[in-house]
């Protein structure tokens, strides 16, 4: 990869605007740098720390790399995500706080018990699993379609057999895996969660439900899914 497209648009887009998918880019790019600021900043160097940590950045990582080989395209050439540098701020500091984990992490001074580690860790694999995947699968049979000029399709095969919105589910997965971490007994665990269940229970699946009604098999993979979790909601 070339370090020169770090951040670079994936389209051309007018002067002084930015795209979401660009600015998410950027502030997952720091998430390294800010959970071992608030490291340092606490002298928390326990092992939940170490683990939020390990996470958080991986988390961050992972995104950065993820929007270079098969990152969603709506976030970067949806007219909706194509934003002045104001709204781009705006965007910027909304999701900031999920900074909110790293930052109860280092406050807290009790160990993290093994069932916590435990949990924590399998909820983050799968979570990253259900995330990355579904995301993959998705573009690359997008760019197939493409490729060969196909109609596009409804994408209901794969991990879209089981969820309409695995890359959501992963999503949840990973938060409560933060959540753990950082303190389940803290209420301030519970606000990126509760933000991250308004961007897309209330907002994010039901834009996107609405756009993919436009296929003609859409109501029969809405009556044979559910939206989140296996045979549940």
Not at 34 to 50: A, E, K
Not at 94 to 118: D, G, M, R
Request: charged fraction near 15%; include cysteine.
């Amino acid at each position: 990869m070339n370090n020169l497209e770090l951040f670079k648009e994936k389209q051309e887009i007018p002067k002084n605007h930015y795209s979401l998918g660009k600015v998410l880019e950027i502030h997952k790019f720091t998430w390294p740098f800010v959970t071992f600021f608030y490291t340092n900043l606490y002298g928390n160097y326990s092992y939940r720390m170490t683990l939020m940590n390990g996470l958080f950045s991986s988390y961050g990582i992972l995104w950065v790399l993820k929007s270079h080989t098969f990152y969603d395209k709506s976030f970067y050439h949806n007219e909706v995500h194509i934003c002045t540098l104001t709204y781009s701020i705006v965007n910027y500091l909304s999701v900031s706080i999920y900074y909110l984990f790293p930052y109860v992490t280092a406050k807290n001074k009790n160990e993290i018990s093994n069932i916590e580690t435990y949990i924590s860790i399998v909820l983050y694999s799968i979570g990253m699993f259900l995330h990355h995947c579904s995301d993959a699968q998705k573009y690359y049979t997008l760019e197939a379609l493409n490729k060969f000029k196909a109609k596009d399709k409804l994408i209901t095969n794969g991990l879209y057999t089981l969820i309409r919105h695995p890359n959501y589910s992963g999503e949840f997965l990973i938060w409560f895996s933060f959540m753990i971490v950082s303190g389940f007994t803290d209420p301030f665990s519970y606000v990126p969660v509760a933000w991250l269940f308004v961007a897309t229970i209330l907002v994010g699946i039901p834009t996107k439900e609405k756009s993919l009604k436009r296929y003609d098999n859409y109501k029969d993979w809405e009556q044979n899914t559910k939206k989140l979790i296996p045979s549940i909601y």
